[in-house]
């Protein structure tokens, strides 16, 4: 079991900055992949990073070059650093953590916290 709390989130002009955290409950370390996903209004989730437990990232073509994600294991924690942020950026971002043992795969989400960036 896995607890996530994110943090971070807020009102921003386009083209600034925020760093969101996603703070869990165990060691990130024991996590085959940790990631970030957002979720506008009307709109699917999508995912913007992730991060295997190895440290390699993946980015959609989208927030690419604007956003990078990082980890702090010993403060059980990753963040998500947004730059150049756009209005169409502005969604609910959510934490998700997964948990692979042999076939069993566990997925985690944490409550999400609200992005908005003004024009």
């Known amino acids: 079991q896995v607890q996530l709390v994110e943090s971070g989130g807020g009102l921003v002009q386009a083209g600034g900055s925020l760093r969101l955290s996603c703070t869990a409950s165990?060691?990130?370390?024991?996590?085959?992949?940790m990631a970030w996903y957002r979720q506008a209004p009307g709109k699917q989730r999508e995912m913007v990073a992730t991060?295997?437990?190895?440290?390699?990232?993946n980015y959609p073509d989208f927030v690419r070059g604007r956003f990078t994600i990082s980890r702090d294991n010993a403060k059980n924690t990753v963040y998500l650093e947004m730059n150049s942020l756009k209005p169409e950026d502005t969604a609910v971002y959510y934490c998700?953590?997964?948990?692979?043992?042999?076939?069993?795969?566990?997925?985690?989400w944490g409550q999400g916290t609200q992005v908005t960036v003004s024009t």
């Open positions: 998700h953590a997964q948990i692979k043992r042999s076939i069993v795969v566990r997925d985690y």
């Open positions: 991060m295997t437990s190895s440290g390699s990232t």
């Open positions: 165990r060691s990130i370390s024991s996590l085959n992949v």
